[in-house]
């Protein structure tokens, strides 16, 4: 695309000049239609032909070209797309990706209806561009070197900017020049035992709720429960363990904030937060500023948030990126990722401070391709070690007063982590409900093609060019092959055994029933058994299929037996290397300096960690065809996505995963408390609702009792919420389910978030209504469809109160938007839970129907729960289902109102704003049956 030379005029007073509308045509494409206009002139409506050819002819100007591709339906658009420019002139600054968004971004007017935002993306270019003149320009550093590389890539905006971004007069520095380097700081002394009197910690809350500030029961006796985690302990691996039930609005963050921040101070120890979703570590990260300073007087930081390493961005991949690794599109997005890279607050890709959209626009795998996937890091070795993000981030949460962390990183370093030092003692499990399929995934065991594949690219390195600087294990400990020959001839072996495994191209071998090797001949053989037992109708609908890992016949067994061999082939050698490493740092050479013995320490933790997944691989494989271990739920399966396989693998879960959470996380800590607004089971016996939850927190099996909080929520369900169970569209009617999604976001004028139980309804609801809707300015956004990450989605609902969002069970618990932006939740159908292998297994050890019971009810809750997120909310929860069970109204917040009605009426409470015993002026006669308030008794004959 050749751009015609245009420049803005250049200002020489220190004063930014006014920016002026750049004169380039612009396209806007929504579901209400499509707007395009020429540089000077007019805004017309066009049609989709007429706008893809406009892109065509000319460069546009386009608001995230992905998502106005997939509307005009026109993949290979392409255009100036200002969320790039936006990246470039303001890299790590927060943006929703959509008109209204960048209008506040930019600090513009925002456009006033869909036809408006042609001409709004001419003027928001031209104060994007003008930027760049301003003087006081804070991202200016970098950004002409980069430019200069950008025009080479022949990034489309680069001719636009060249003329405005100033040579610096002085050469710039390199990215990894530039970038801080972290200081190594002693060991911590270990915590100090103290006690925290009530009396201190309601001291602590009030200091952090502000002077002056409404005192609230519910949360001052949960500070003071939340306190005792913290006692000194009395017996070894009996941890202090607390269960606290905190009703939404009770505070219960800065209620656990406030102990924690006393004991950290008097202790000098760490305490971890950890929670299941990025929503709630960033809210995390801005409350703990009313206990800790942004940095200490030494310039650390007191908090820092801890994620998984493959978050963060891995310079070393980056700097391969920049010099070739990364071609065409993706080498501009490697060059607007180095942009964010020296502005960033912490180096994290994924929910940090680089937007989630920059990754959608580049259409690949990049953003992922930057980080360490793969375990492949040199550590000491790498000559960015100094400035890595990961090593920062570990160096400074053990120094750290608060580290925010998430379940699976929690639960993986306490398993395997590689500093016992470093592990978490005090241990707040936030959205606490969490923690049990957490636990489930950690302590599973997977033995699946893409796994395998992954293993053998560890071993082996790239196979084929042009992968970058991916390594195998000879190249990572090249020096230790040449100093120590045992060493080196452990890693020969191990190279050469690895061949067993899958290797590229393996799933088309196996679908062609040319399996290579004995791994690859085991997955074959499963995938066969999978597809020759399915009765579920996974194999015609295109979902995944999946067969009890049990009665398999002779050549599945035999297969095993070849491919445990073959694994046990690698790990021999792994062990040897890993002792022989051990050798080597017992006894160093001279040439041994620091930094190699840091990279050897890596390379031994990467083994060990290897050496483990084969050993459970090989449990996993003897235990095929002998009896069966009741403590474990073992299964087949081919993974597939419309109708497309992406994996064949053998699964091993615990059927209580809790138990071996129980040895790794709790065992070794002193406090831990789990806590959530949904964490016991929502039913009459209130007697009984602690019990799953004691069970689902593997307190069952420490020596320690559990102490049970139970905080009820300060709000008024009874004239807040309300919910409508619509009992006229019948099930498997998607006509009728669209229409009645469409009615309810008209009603609602947008503001609705709907909820569905299967991909395949939620495309089908939106294909048929998203256009009927945006002709009436409510826009309607989509998981699964529009080309843009959810939590990015999230943001754009949240920004936008006539905007309506469908999704599925990431939403159900991980969209927190108080105010107008939420005020209906629409459930497509009681969520009941998938009966697969592993679900069968624990309904059968749980109670049967009653587990069932108990899982949607607590899934109801959690929907339930994005309605009223402040004092002020308000709204309706309504699900459309004929024949939702009275027993699992419970779920919903004792005094909401619960009514059984049909659509319209539903639409009239809607429309109207009525809630719980209202009707107000204008309302339907009132034959709608009313089953509530919760808590009352429910009356009979809803079932
Ligand atoms: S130390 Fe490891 S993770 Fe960090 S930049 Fe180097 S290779 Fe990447």
Redesign the pocket.
């Known amino acids: 695309m050749t751009l015609p030379i245009f420049a803005l005029a250049v200002s020489s007073s220190p004063d930014p000049l006014p920016s002026r509308p750049l004169p380039l045509p612009a396209l806007h494409a929504s579901h209400g239609g499509n707007w395009l206009r020429q540089a000077n002139s007019e805004t017309g409506a066009v049609s989709k032909g007429e706008a893809i050819m406009a892109a065509a002819d000319t460069p546009v100007l386009l608001l995230n070209a992905p998502l106005v591709a997939n509307r005009l339906g026109y993949p290979d658009l392409s255009g100036l797309d200002l969320l790039e420019l936006f990246a470039f002139v303001h890299p790590a600054h927060f943006c929703v990706p959509t008109p209204r968004g960048l209008a506040q971004a930019l600090d513009m007017k925002e456009p006033d209806g869909d036809e408006a935002v042609p001409e709004f993306l001419q003027n928001a270019a031209g104060a994007l561009i003008a930027a760049v003149e301003d003087p006081e320009w804070f991202e200016r550093a970098g950004a002409w070197s980069a430019l200069q590389t950008l025009e080479r890539l022949r990034w489309p905006w680069a001719q636009a900017l060249k003329p405005h971004v100033a040579r610096p007069e002085k050469a710039e520095k390199w990215l990894f020049s530039a970038l801080p380097e972290w200081e190594e700081a002693g060991e911590r002394a270990p915590p100090r035992q103290v006690e925290l009197p009530p009396a201190d910690v309601l001291a602590q809350l009030d200091h952090l709720t502000g002077e002056g500030s409404e005192k609230r029961e519910g949360q001052r006796d949960y500070a003071r429960d939340a306190a005792r985690i913290f006692a000194p302990r009395s017996k070894a691996e009996a941890p202090h363990i607390a269960l606290a039930q905190a009703g939404t609005g009770i505070g219960k963050t800065l209620g656990y904030l406030a102990p924690a921040s006393l004991w950290a101070a008097g202790s000098g120890g760490t305490v971890w937060v950890s929670t299941f979703t990025k929503n709630l570590q960033r809210q995390l990260r801005a409350e703990s500023r009313r206990a800790w300073p942004l940095k200490r007087p030494d310039g650390t930081p007191p908090v820092v948030v801890r994620k998984g390493?493959e978050n963060?961005?891995?310079?070393?991949?980056l700097e391969d990126a920049l010099q070739g690794g990364f071609q065409g599109r993706p080498a501009i997005l490697a060059q607007l990722v180095a942009r964010w890279a020296a502005f960033t607050r912490d180096g994290d890709m994924i929910g940090g401070d680089l937007p989630g959209w920059l990754g959608t626009l580049f259409r690949k795998r990049g953003i992922a391709a930057l980080t360490?996937q793969r375990g492949?890091?040199?550590?000491?070795g790498?000559?960015?070690?100094r400035?890595?993000?990961?090593?920062r981030a570990g160096r400074d949460s053990a120094q750290a007063d608060l580290v925010i962390a998430n379940h699976a990183l929690v639960m993986v370093n306490a398993a395997r982590g590689r500093d016992h030092a470093q592990r978490p003692t005090r241990l707040v499990f936030d959205e606490g409900h969490h923690v049990f399929e957490a636990a489930d995934s950690t302590f599973a065991a997977t033995l699946s093609g893409q796994e395998a594949i992954e293993l053998r690219r560890w071993i082996m390195g790239p196979e084929r060019k042009n992968r970058g600087r991916r390594r195998g294990l000879s190249a990572r400990l090249a020096d230790v092959a040449s100093y120590d020959e045992q060493g080196g001839e452990a890693i020969e072996t191990a190279c050469e055994a690895g061949k067993a495994l899958p290797s590229e191209g393996w799933l088309g071998r196996l679908a062609e029933g040319d399996p290579c090797g004995p791994l690859e001949t085991l997955l074959a053989h499963a995938r066969q058994t999978v597809y020759a037992r399915d009765e579920s109708g996974g194999a015609e609908a295109g979902y995944g299929i999946e067969t009890e890992a049990s009665g398999l016949p002779g050549e599945i067994i035999e297969a095993a037996g070849a491919a445990a061999a073959a694994l046990a082939a690698i790990r021999t050698p792994l062990i040897q290397l890993g002792g022989r490493l051990e050798a080597i740092m017992a006894d160093p050479p001279d040439w041994l300096d620091g930094q190699g013995r840091a990279r050897i320490d890596g390379a031994r933790h990467s083994l060990s960690w290897r050496v483990d997944l084969l050993s459970a691989w090989g449990a996993l494989l003897e235990r095929l065809g002998g009896p069966a271990d009741p403590e474990f739920v073992d299964w087949l399966a081919v993974d597939r996505s419309d109708a497309r396989e992406f994996d064949v693998g053998i699964h091993r879960r615990w059927l209580d995963p809790m138990k071996p959470f129980a040895r790794t996380v709790l065992e070794p800590s002193h406090g831990v408390m789990l806590t959530s607004a949904t964490l016991t089971d929502r039913i009459e016996d209130e007697g009984k609702a602690w019990d799953a939850a004691i069970a689902r927190s593997g307190a069952a099996h420490v020596e320690s009792s559990p102490m049970l909080t139970n905080a009820v929520s300060p709000f008024d369900y009874a004239s807040r919420a309300e919910v409508l169970i619509v009992t006229d569209i019948k099930r498997g009617d998607l006509p009728g389910l669209a229409g009645a999604y469409a009615r309810l976001i008209e009603a609602s004028q947008g503001g609705v978030l709907g909820l569905f139980t299967a991909i395949r309804r939620l495309r089908a609801v939106h294909g048929r209504i998203a256009d009927r809707l945006a002709r009436e300015g409510l826009p309607l956004y989509a998981q699964h469809v529009d080309p843009i990450d959810t939590g990015t989605l999230v943001d754009i609902f949240r920004d936008d109160p006539r905007a309506s969002l469908l999704g599925t069970d990431a939403l159900r618990d991980g969209v927190d938007v108080p105010g107008r932006s939420l005020r209906c939740v629409v459930l497509e159908a009681v969520p009941w839970p998938r009966p697969d292998i592993l679900h069968k297994a624990r309904r059968a050890a749980n109670g049967g129907s009653a587990y069932d019971d108990r899982i949607i009810r607590a899934r109801l809750a959690q929907a339930f729960g994005r309605l009223i997120r402040g004092r002020e909310d308000q709204g309706h929860f309504v699900a459309l289902s004929s024949a939702f069970p009275s027993r699992l109204l419970t779920a919903f917040p004792k005094g909401a109102t619960v009514r059984r009605v049909t659509l319209d009426e539903a639409l009239h409470r809607i429309e109207n704003g009525l809630i719980g015993e209202t009707t107000g002026p204008g309302s339907l006669p009132q034959d709608a049956q009313i089953a509530g308030p919760l808590g009352d008794s429910i009356p009979d004959g809803f079932a």
């Open positions: 390493r963060y961005l891995c310079l070393l991949n360490d492949e890091c040199i550590y000491a790498c000559p960015h070690y400035k890595c993000f990961i090593e």
